[in-house]
């Protein structure tokens, strides 16, 4: 018997939509901590990861990771989450050498962009987030084992 995957299809129009989108792949996955968000430059992965981020409670201020590649978050239960934009990264072994390992396997929440360069070390359970424009809506796939 082959993996079971499960899948959920979003498609929205404006921002002002985010903060249910967010809860809907929140509630839709549940048990799980790692998500691989891919999508085009400009596609929305950082806006979509901030709004993520708001409905688990996190309240400090949420930037891209773009130079810092990880910034950390914590929530109001003191959870920590992890944003990670591994755009600028060249070779997975840049990837283990900034401990991407300990984050991956931390048990705490994970959220990254440009994720295809560490996809031989993603968890087993990772959600897969692919984010299409077209046409002035967004439309999101979202892929869990």
Not at 22 to 50: C, P, Q, S
Not at 82 to 97: G, K, P
Request: aromatic share 12%.
């Amino acid at each position: 018997m082959g993996t079971m995957y499960k899948q959920l299809e979003i498609s929205y129009y404006g921002i002002d939509e985010l903060t249910d989108v967010a809860k809907e792949i929140l509630n839709f996955t549940t048990n799980y901590r790692v998500f691989a968000i891919d999508g085009e430059m400009g596609a929305g992965k950082t806006t979509l990861i901030k709004e993520l981020c708001t409905q688990l409670g996190v309240s400090s201020t949420l930037s891209s990771p773009t130079y810092s590649i990880v910034n950390e978050y914590s929530t109001a239960s003191d959870q920590k989450v992890f944003h990670m934009d591994l755009y600028r990264l060249q070779t997975i072994e840049e990837a283990v050498s900034i401990g991407i390992e300990e984050y991956l396997y931390s048990g705490n929440y994970c959220f990254i962009e440009w994720p295809s360069i560490i996809a031989h070390i993603l968890p087993n359970d990772v959600v897969k987030i692919d984010i299409r424009v077209a046409d002035g809506f967004r439309n999101l796939s979202i892929f869990t084992r």
